[in-house]
């Protein structure tokens, strides 16, 4: 199975921007789907995530109150609502996925997803 990542682009300060993330497959089953963020000589970053059963979702600090994740329209697809984007938002965006199921309070660690997108670039001028 693939992720696909889209939604990217150049935008200003304050602006919005909505990603969105595909699995190619429909039959793909995955426990939790997140967002995790590279800025160019930084470490990756946890953005946001969604439990498929529930709904539960978990922010990252820096995005909490201006980023929202939800699934989406299709079936094996969540979008990342990005408002009051800032330039530190610059980076490039990967969507993830988990297929076993962890204790909540550990599904924000990336090396507990085991099915990673290409990213897809944000850029957030001043």
């Known amino acids: 199975v693939q992720l696909q990542a889209s939604g990217g682009g150049l935008v200003q300060a304050g602006d919005s921007l909505r990603l969105s993330c595909t699995a190619s497959e429909r039959t793909f089953i995955s426990s939790v789907m997140g967002w995790f963020r590279q800025a160019p000589g930084k470490e990756r970053e946890f953005v946001a995530l969604i439990r498929w059963s529930g709904g539960s979702t978990m922010y990252g600090d820096s995005v909490k109150g201006r980023f929202t994740i939800s699934k989406g329209n299709t079936k094996n697809t969540v979008a990342l609502q990005m408002n009051s984007l800032k330039p530190e938002d610059t980076a490039v965006y990967y969507c993830?996925?988990?297929?076993?199921?962890?204790?909540?309070?550990?599904?924000?660690?990336?090396?507990?997803?085991?099915?990673w997108g290409v990213g897809t670039q944000v850029t957030v001028s001043s």
């Open positions: 993830a996925a988990q297929t076993r199921r962890y204790a909540w309070s550990t599904t924000h660690l990336s090396h507990l997803y085991d099915v």
